[in-house]
């Protein structure tokens, strides 16, 4: 799926540079399900983005699908991104001004989606996902955990074969946490979704099959589990 060779990222005050990942190299194969840990300051958030073209790093060589991405045009890298990628965030991020529907047809109007075609997908994962009764409220209408799965769903409307995610359960109960990471197990099991979630929490980072610790913007060790 994707493959990092010696990544490096720094940020500059203008006076010295801060070496936030220094030689990242790692594959991570189609239908991989990785979690990525590591104390705060690691780098692990960084890492996410750079893999998920939101960030460019400073160095090293970044192969997606084969696309050499350290070299292509921002155009380019937001095509991959757009047909390939599904971020979900901490903070979910919807829009708060448009109802549950709306914030799932969003991605579907960048992609220039036709409106029949929107109409069924959206359909689609509101019944997947248990929220037909729920599409026409706006996400303060909701509790976090229905929210994060307004944010996976809105994630998933694009039909990506790479799922990141970054502390997608840092502000939710460990019930509503444990729904999100059954989803995206069975994602990642029966769908081949591959998926990289950054972590702090050991219980979710084990539905993973493989951890990479981060430790000052190092890999510190991977760890794999057997399903
Ligand atoms: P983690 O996700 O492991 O907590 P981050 O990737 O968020 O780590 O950040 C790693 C380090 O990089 C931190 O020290 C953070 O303050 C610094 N950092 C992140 N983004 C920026 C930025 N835009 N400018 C300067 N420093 C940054
Ligand atoms: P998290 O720990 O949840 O990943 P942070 O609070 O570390 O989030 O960072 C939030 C945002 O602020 C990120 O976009 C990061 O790049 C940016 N950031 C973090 N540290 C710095 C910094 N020292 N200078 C500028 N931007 C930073």
């Not at 104390?39 to 692990?44: I, N």
């Not at 970044?62 to 095509?79: A, C, G, I, M, N």
């Not at 502390?167 to 999100?180: F, K, M, R, V, Y």
């Amino acid at each position: 799926m994707l493959q990092l060779k010696n990544i490096a990222k720094y940020h500059s005050n203008g006076i010295q540079k801060n070496w936030v990942l220094k030689d990242i190299s790692t594959t991570i194969f189609e239908g991989e399900f990785v979690s990525i840990m590591g104390p705060s300051g690691a780098g692990k958030s960084t890492l996410l983005n750079i893999i998920g073209m939101l960030e460019e790093p400073s160095g090293g060589e970044y192969y997606f699908l084969d696309e050499p991405v350290h070299k292509l045009s921002e155009k380019k890298r937001t095509e991959l991104y757009k047909h390939y990628i599904g971020f979900v965030f901490q903070q979910y991020h919807l829009i708060d001004e448009l109802t549950v529907y709306e914030n799932l047809e969003t991605p579907l109007l960048y992609k220039k989606v036709s409106s029949s075609e929107r109409k069924s997908r959206v359909a689609d994962i509101l019944d997947r996902f248990n929220m037909v009764a729920k599409k026409d409220l706006f996400p303060n209408q909701l509790s976090g955990g229905q929210q994060q799965l307004v944010g996976i769903a809105r994630a998933l409307i694009g039909q990506p074969k790479l799922i990141l995610a970054d502390e997608p359960t840092g502000n939710l109960q460990s019930a509503q946490a444990d729904e999100i990471m059954q989803i995206f197990k069975k994602l990642n099991e029966e769908e081949k979704v591959s998926i990289i979630q950054v972590t702090h929490s050991e219980k979710n980072a084990a539905y993973a099959e493989r951890v990479i610790h981060l430790l000052d913007g190092h890999v510190e060790r991977e760890e794999r589990f057997t399903r």
